[in-house]
């Protein structure tokens, strides 16, 4: 009946969870598009779960609207809602074996045995766990455990799939391959995907879009590129890669292109966030954006104090004059001439690398 | 670093363990070998036989003893039956409808009976069942060791509970299951090894109480140890120890029966 446009997936609207007085998500707004990988990112305790329990039916929210292709969510159950949860501990039955855990949604959607047996069939093949079908839950690796739960939640069809970091519980390269293994199942599938992460890295290598959630609220929504290259504030800047932030000046503000001045007196053209004014304020520059030239020359100067070798590049930390401590990078090749602990050097800010943040 | 403490160097540490074993288990061994005793006394040994089983069986006092059996185990089942059921529902209760006003207070109530002395019970069960006139009898005994097992079925039910964490279920409900189905199929098998246990140690406790039943009884009907009782009174026979034997058998095989119950349960769900 709705006349809202059905390639929005999930509409959260105006969203208030409050536990007793602390409110656990505050005012969030967000639109997940359908088909898309979408990801919540944000540290632990910002909210992430409560959001996820809350598209699923498991929080009653204080206030806003939740809805699913335009139909709004309010009053329904769990069992109503055509949405199906990787929870984070798995929660696979533990007295049933894999076919029956990956039956169950289907059974109780009263799908008759053979075309259910026949789609269990089908989705263990999808996550390779064929050879295990008749396994209990726990004769079954941390990584099989993980595949289960995907195969339980997939089995029905859902319109949209709610993973709550699915991946924590795995080692570091076991991690790595089901990423990959998880972006091809979603894009293959189609079906929306909700992952919730505090892993930077995971969100950024995984989605399609991500949204940056602190203390309840909602930072940023953008593909991973825009988040990393222009956070739309300090915290974000902070809590995506690594960066600078080094104070300045703000003089002009003009659309998007502010004019600043260095504690040094140099002037610098930047990007800036939308919301910018003249006075002081931040610059973030990427570590990799910076580049270290002869002392007297470059945007800052400033005396190198530690060299950390990371493989593929240098990390290089620098004390400006005035005491703040910056970071850049260099790659490690043969032609690199590396400076000396305690050596003085320049520092020069790429062109458009540097972007003024509001607090 | 000072020397690891552990009780078993101790000086005397063997030696107290053995007396506790000796005084615990050596009157059980004396009636369970004297059962098996070809003679009339209770103390000298006169060989071995089975005498006193035939007795008990098919004795002068058969009949007597058959029909309290029957009334100890029926008593017991539905009691058992009942109790397990009413302490389930309770425990889904306290532990599984969120947290309300009195929680704490409900599981004080559900438990306070245990520390209540038994005889303090019986009285007040008696003075309740003659207060509103009802005829003393094997309903009285059904419906008074139907409250006293409830403590006894709600301690490994909640315990076994507290242990499932409530994501199965709302697995369950997120996979389209009903309230009723996410309970009926996924908390109630996994719960079943703490609703036998319950079921098993209410059973037990039914088939073994003495003080409350023999309040409530009203003349003209026996439970097994009220028989025993009354048996006894009249000088001890070999024949109470053949039934006490027989008695053991049934609690020891129910215990055991419970705990491996108990252990494939830790198992599965590990
Ligand atoms: N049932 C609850 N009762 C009270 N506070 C809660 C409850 N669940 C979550 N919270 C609080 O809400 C905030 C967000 O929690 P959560 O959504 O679990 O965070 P995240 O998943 O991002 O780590 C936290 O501060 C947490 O303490
Ligand atoms: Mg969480």
């Known amino acids: 009946m709705s006349q809202t446009p059905t390639d929005i997936a999930v509409d959260v609207q105006n969203v208030t969870k409050r536990y007793g007085t602390t409110a656990a998500l505050a005012n969030l707004t967000l639109q997940i598009r359908d088909n898309e990988f979408f990801t919540l990112l944000g540290p632990s305790g910002c909210g992430k779960t409560t959001l996820l329990r809350s598209i699923a039916g498991f929080e009653n929210i204080s206030e806003g609207t939740i809805s699913l292709f335009g139909e709004s969510l309010a009053g329904l159950p769990p069992n109503k809602r055509p949405i199906n949860t990787v929870f984070q501990h798995y929660a696979l039955f533990p007295h049933m074996s894999v076919t029956d855990n990956v039956l169950f949604g289907l059974l109780r959607q009263r799908v008759p045995d053979a075309d259910a047996r026949k789609r269990v069939g089908e989705v263990l093949d999808m996550v390779q766990l064929s050879a295990l079908a008749e396994r209990m839950p726990s004769q079954l690796s941390g990584g099989q455990q993980q595949r289960v739960a995907l195969a339980r939640a997939l089995a029905p069809r859902p319109r949209v799939l709610l993973l709550d970091e699915p991946l924590s519980a795995l080692d570091l390269k076991l991690r790595q391959e089901v990423r990959i293994e998880l972006q091809q199942i979603q894009y293959n599938t189609g079906i929306t995907f909700i992952f919730v992460t505090h892993d930077q890295e995971e969100a950024i290598t995984m989605s399609d879009r991500i949204a940056v959630i602190s203390e309840g609220e909602l930072q940023q929504v953008g593909a991973p590129r825009d988040i990393y290259e222009s956070p739309s504030n300090r915290f974000v800047a902070d809590f995506i890669g690594e960066t600078n932030l080094i104070d300045v000046t703000v003089n002009s503000v003009n659309g998007d292109t502010a004019m600043c001045t260095l504690a040094d007196g140099t002037a610098i053209q930047c990007k800036s966030a939308g919301d910018a004014t003249t006075g002081a304020g931040h610059l973030s520059v990427r570590p990799e954006r910076l580049t270290l030239t002869a002392s007297d020359t470059g945007d800052l100067s400033g005396t190198v104090k530690r060299l950390t070798y990371l493989g593929t590049d240098m990390r290089i930390t620098i004390e400006l004059n005035d005491g703040t401590t910056l970071t850049a990078r260099m790659q490690n090749t043969d032609d690199t001439t590396l400076p000396d602990r305690g050596d003085r050097v320049g520092l020069q800010i790429e062109p458009g690398a540097a972007r003024l943040l509001t607090d | ?270």
């Not at chain 2, 419906?143 to 409830?150: D, G, P, T, Y």
């Not at chain 2, 409350?212 to 028989?227: M, R």
């Not at chain 2, 129910?254 to 599965?268: A, P």
């Open chain 2, 1 to 270: 670093m000072a020397k690891k403490f552990d009780i078993k160097r101790f000086p005397g540490f063997l030696a107290i363990t053995c007396l506790c074993l000796f005084l615990l288990y050596t009157p059980l061994l004396v009636v369970m070998v004297y059962s098996f005793n070809d003679s009339n006394s209770i103390t000298n040994w006169g060989g071995l036989s089975l005498r006193w089983y035939e007795e008990v069986f098919f004795g002068v006092e058969a009949p007597k003893f058959k029909k309290a059996a029957f009334n100890s185990l029926t008593i017991a089942l539905c009691a058992a039956t009942t109790a397990t059921t009413i302490a389930l529902c309770a425990a889904v209760a306290i532990l599984r409808a969120g947290r309300f006003r009195g929680q704490g207070l409900s599981f004080g109530l559900i438990n306070l009976p245990l520390m209540v002395p038994e005889i303090v019970t019986a009285v007040a069960t008696l003075i309740f069942f003659s207060a509103i006139g009802f005829k003393a009898g094997y309903a009285t005994i059904l419906i008074a060791h139907i409250v006293f097992c409830i403590p006894f079925a709600y301690l490994p039910i909640a315990a076994r509970m507290q242990g499932i964490e409530g994501s199965y279920e709302q697995a369950a409900q997120d996979l389209y299951a009903t309230r009723w189905e996410a309970f009926r199929l996924v908390l109630l098998p996994l719960m079943m090894p703490g609703i036998i246990s319950g079921f098993l140690l209410a059973f037990i406790i039914s088939l073994d109480d003495f003080i409350i039943t023999n309040f409530v009884k009203g003349a003209g009907i026996e439970t097994l140890p009220t028989a025993i009782f009354g048996s006894v009174k009249q000088g001890i026979k070999p024949n109470i120890m053949a039934i006490s034997t027989l008695l053991l058998l049934v609690s020891a095989s129910f215990v055991t029966l419970s705990w491996f119950i108990n252990r494939k349960g830790g198992e599965n769900s590990s």
